[in-house]
């Protein structure tokens, strides 16, 4: 659609700003954000899950503890945050998507 625009712009001399690209279905923040909302406000770690499951939920959750990734998907409230949690930080602003914070 945008290069479209582009083309129709420039040919007839039209001196318009095209709509900026805004990938909302690829924004990991949006992803999450939905993940959420789907699952009416609650965290996936209240998901009905067997022990396995919760084992390696846990143990992943363990290995990407002090990552910006953890630190989004508390944000975003997939994980709920506990004193366990409370002191990890959020993404480093900038460092994974410049501008966007």
Do not use: Q
């Amino acid at each position: 659609m945008r290069t479209g625009m582009e083309a129709v712009y420039t040919l007839l001399d039209i001196d318009r700003g095209v709509p900026e690209v805004w990938g909302s279905c690829f924004d990991l923040r949006v992803l999450l954000n939905a993940t959420v909302l789907l699952r009416d406000g609650k965290p996936a770690t209240d998901m009905n899950m067997n022990m396995l499951e919760r084992l390696l939920m846990s143990r992943g959750l363990d290995e990407i503890r002090d990552t910006d990734i953890y630190g989004m998907i508390k944000e975003y409230g997939v994980i709920p945050t506990t004193d366990e949690n409370r002191s990890v930080a959020g993404p480093n602003p900038g460092a994974v998507w410049p501008g966007i914070h």
